[in-house]
């Protein structure tokens, strides 16, 4: 098992609409981006996409949170979503620093940039060995 040191740096939120006649575009789509250490390599430029889905409660229903963009190598998704949701709730709920919404609220906002490094630790599998 390898410890990650995942830094992430800042939060574009995209496209949100709670006031729509088509339930099926009601959505929250943001963008994460982030870097990686690795024992002594580092990963820059990484990023990840998390969707909102329609008719969740956004203050307390997990994200849906894909795969990263710009690494390939062993990875723990269900331990980076976590870490990826708890930096997205930081900025964007009732009790976010950036947009405080509360349920029910009709609203539509795009490209609201949210820029702040913060740093984590990831376990992750060591699948090849030792070797990065």
Known sequence: ????????????????????????EAHVVSVIRFSMDIADKHFGDLSVEVRQPYGTDFESEPLEVSHVSGYRGPWNHSGFADLAERYYRSFIGSSGRGIRIQRGSSIRM?????????????????EQGGAW
Do not use: C, G, H, W
């Open 110 to 126: 795009r490209n609201n940039m949210f820029v702040l490094r913060q740093e984590a630790r990831l376990d992750i599998p060591d």
């Open 1 to 24: 098992m390898a410890t990650a040191k995942i830094t992430f740096e800042s939060l574009l939120q995209d496209s949100q609409d709670y006031a729509t006649f088509d339930q099926s």
